[in-house]
């Protein structure tokens, strides 16, 4: 059975940084690239970053280049998200995910004054 767990997430001032992790089993974590999803209050799911099995290529969406890292620890089958000079539009329901239909449960990220 596949599962991803995340953590992490808690509510941190604008300008402020944050570690998601991203536990996964049930599958040969090495083998896929992963990717980090979000989803803000009221709005759908946005893709933010992905990395590639071996973690030699990573890619992210415009509004969080150079402020977001992803990578991955294939040993550990962990997948990460460095997440730093945070915006408040960087709020919401952040979820690893193996494919567009499998995903974590979500950790929730609030940035906020």
């Known amino acids: 059975e596949v599962r991803l767990v995340e953590s992490g997430g808690g509510e941190v001032p604008p300008g402020g940084s944050l570690r998601l992790s991203c536990a996964a089993s049930?599958?040969?974590?090495?083998?896929?690239?992963m990717s980090w999803v979000r989803q803000a209050p009221g709005k759908g799911l946005e893709w933010v970053s992905s990395?590639?099995?071996?973690?030699?290529?990573?890619s992210y969406v415009d509004s969080v280049k150079g402020r977001f890292t992803i990578s991955r620890d294939n040993a550990k089958k962990s997948l990460y998200l460095e997440m730093n000079s945070l915006k408040p539009e960087d709020t919401g329901v952040y979820y690893c995910?193996?494919?567009?239909?499998?995903r974590g449960q979500g950790t929730r990220v609030t940035v906020s004054s």
């Open positions: 995910a193996k494919s567009a239909l499998v």
């Open positions: 049930g599958f040969t974590f090495s083998r896929y690239a």
């Open positions: 990395i590639e099995g071996d973690g030699g290529s990573t």
